[in-house]
């Protein structure tokens, strides 16, 4: 053995297993370098301008990098303490809504609290203690103080608790909320019927849910502030006829579909519908179902018919605007209906073929985004209907006897002025234009604030004879068609002669003492 085998250090197993790491990882550098440039010669090749288009990115990236970068701290303006609070002394917020005028002021000052539970009869919080006959409320069947009712609801509650905490799709829907749907339906006559939380969302949703952008919708002009709003949140184009003039509303359909003739494309054929209500809200009157529905088919448009007011107040069984007429409810396709009017509970329903309720289940944002009906107004809902179908004449025959009544008192009062069908318990009041013209000392025109605090007055003066009642109120800068101001009366089938005749009294002798001052 030589001498230099014996200086050489020996070889190990450690030693030997990093070079053969090292060996293994420049042999994988070496194929996967080797592949990288195959790729590259390979993928542009022939292809100069795929060349350039990566070379102008690569280039793009590299000045993106280095270019300068905004400095938002080099524009800072250096403030002293007493420059600070200078400032915060002078700024002044805009305000979230705007400014009351002094009517709304007043108006918002005088506002009625009622001391108690609501019914035929109420007490103010700022009254002596008396009793005042209450012509404001929507209790129409006399449902909202009924005691048999009231004893139901306490049952209820105990049962179910207060509210579902949930949507109806999730794990808010009930038993009772079931047995709801399917009583509307059978009640109305329709296939199918869903349930909503409130009656103001029921609207909200169900319009733009069928009636989408693109598609077209002819109104009344008349209709309430919820059905204007469930029109714009559609997007549809939008088209208006005079309010329950058929004649009208033909001439749109004519031209609606003259529009439609030869289009071609996406929005060839649009859905078409016809909104209107039942029993109108700002005016007290009825739409001519039969001449609707005339006119549906002889322009193949769809019927939306929101009873809201009507549903529990027309027809021979209380069931709205179809049973008044006699018409089938299946030709009205989509039939929204409110619970918190007549029946006196709360939220609102659409009645449609079975199909159309099925896709508001998922499409409907008031169903599918918001709490279901608490059980309680559920039973109360249930147990109204009930009442009205065990006793329809006994609710419906002397709530239009007292409204016949009312009407024809009013229509006797000198300078006053009635609108509303005979058979509608709703009724709006004004004073005429020659009665205003009169009272007029300066001779000046009649602005809308000026006849609104008369209309006040009136108010005020048939509280001090024992009668409650209101004036129409509206948002004024969002109402399409602002109705005339007026004196909103509601009549019930719990109210007696007297307390018609007394109302009529009350209304005569508030007319007389506000029409005698100058103005």
């Known amino acids: 053995?030589?001498?230099?085998s014996h200086l050489a250090p020996p070889l190990t197993a450690e030693s030997d297993g990093d070079g053969g790491q090292r060996g293994l990882f420049r042999t994988?550098?070496?194929?996967?370098?080797?592949?990288?440039?195959?790729?590259?010669?390979?993928?542009?090749?022939?292809?100069?301008?795929?060349?350039?288009?990566?070379?102008?990115?690569?280039?793009?990236?590299?000045?993106?990098?280095?270019?300068?970068?905004?400095?938002?701290?080099?524009?800072e303006i250096e403030l002293s303490e007493k420059e600070i609070d200078e400032l915060v002394d002078d700024w002044r917020p805009e305000p979230l809504v705007p400014e009351l005028t002094d009517f709304e002021r007043e108006t918002l000052d005088k506002a009625a609290l009622l001391d108690g539970p609501n019914g035929i009869k109420v007490r103010l919080a700022s009254g002596n203690g008396k009793s005042l006959l209450n012509f404001a409320s929507y209790n129409f069947l006399g449902f909202i103080d009924n005691p048999e009712f009231e004893k139901r609801a306490v049952e209820t509650l105990r049962k179910y608790g207060v509210g579902s905490c949930g949507p109806p799709g999730f794990y808010g829907t009930l038993d009772v909320h079931m047995e709801l749907e399917k009583h509307l339906a059978a009640f109305v006559g329709h296939s199918a019927a869903i349930l909503y939380s409130q009656a103001f969302t029921t609207i909200l949703s169900v319009i733009p849910c069928f009636s989408k952008r693109g598609d077209i919708i002819v109104a009344d002009e008349a209709v309430n502030f919820s059905l204007q709003q469930a029109i714009a949140l559609s997007r549809s184009k939008v088209y208006w006829y005079k309010h329950n003039d058929m004649a009208d509303?033909?001439?749109?359909?004519?031209?609606?579909?003259?529009?439609?003739?030869?289009?071609?494309?996406?929005?060839?054929?649009?859905?078409?519908?016809?909104v209107t209500e039942g029993l109108f809200h700002n005016t007290g009157d009825i739409s001519p179902l039969k001449d609707l529905v005339d006119l549906k088919h002889r322009y193949k448009f769809r019927i939306i018919l929101d009873e809201s007011l009507s549903f529990g107040v027309l027809g021979k069984r209380g069931a709205g605007l179809t049973d008044h007429?006699?018409?089938?409810?299946?030709?009205?396709?989509?039939?929204?209906?409110?619970?918190?009017?007549?029946?006196?509970?709360?939220?609102?329903?659409?009645?449609a073929d079975k199909d159309l309720v099925e896709h508001q289940r998922l499409s409907g944002l008031g169903y599918c985004f918001s709490a279901s009906m608490p059980g309680i107004l559920a039973v109360a809902a249930s147990d109204a209907i009930r009442a009205l179908e065990s006793n329809p004449e006994g609710h419906f025959v002397s709530m239009r006897e007292n409204a016949s009544l009312l009407q024809t008192l009013l229509r006797r009062i000198p300078g006053l002025q009635v609108e509303g069908a005979l058979e509608s318990p709703l009724m709006h009041i004004r004073l005429t234009p020659e009665t205003l013209v009169r009272m007029k000392r300066s001779g000046g025109a009649w602005t809308k604030t000026d006849i609104d605090r008369v209309l006040a007055e009136l108010v005020e003066e048939?509280?001090?004879?024992?009668?409650?009642?209101?004036?129409?109120?509206?948002?004024?800068?969002?109402?399409?068609?602002?109705?005339?101001s007026s004196i909103?009366?509601?009549?019930?089938?719990?109210?007696?002669?007297?307390?018609?005749?007394?109302?009529?009294?009350?209304?005569?002798n508030a007319v007389s003492r506000v029409t005698s001052k100058k103005r």
């Open 1 to 4: 053995m030589s001498a230099a």
């Open 28 to 75: 994988a550098w070496d194929f996967s370098f080797r592949m990288a440039l195959r790729y590259i010669k390979n993928s542009y090749k022939d292809d100069p301008f795929r060349t350039f288009l990566e070379v102008c990115l690569i280039g793009f990236i590299i000045w993106y990098m280095t270019k300068q970068k905004y400095n938002i701290g080099n524009n």
């Open 249 to 274: 509303l033909e001439r749109v359909l004519k031209d609606v579909n003259k529009q439609l003739t030869g289009r071609r494309g996406k929005n060839a054929l649009p859905r078409k519908f016809i």
């Open 325 to 351: 007429f006699n018409v089938d409810p299946h030709e009205v396709d989509l039939l929204i209906g409110a619970l918190s009017y007549a029946i006196g509970a709360s939220g609102g329903f659409c009645c």
């Open 462 to 484: 048939a509280q001090k004879d024992g009668v409650f009642l209101t004036r129409a109120m509206y948002v004024d800068e969002h109402e399409r068609l602002l109705p005339n």
């Open 488 to 508: 909103r009366v509601c009549v019930s089938c719990a109210h007696t002669r007297k307390d018609i005749e007394k109302c009529a009294h009350a209304i005569k």
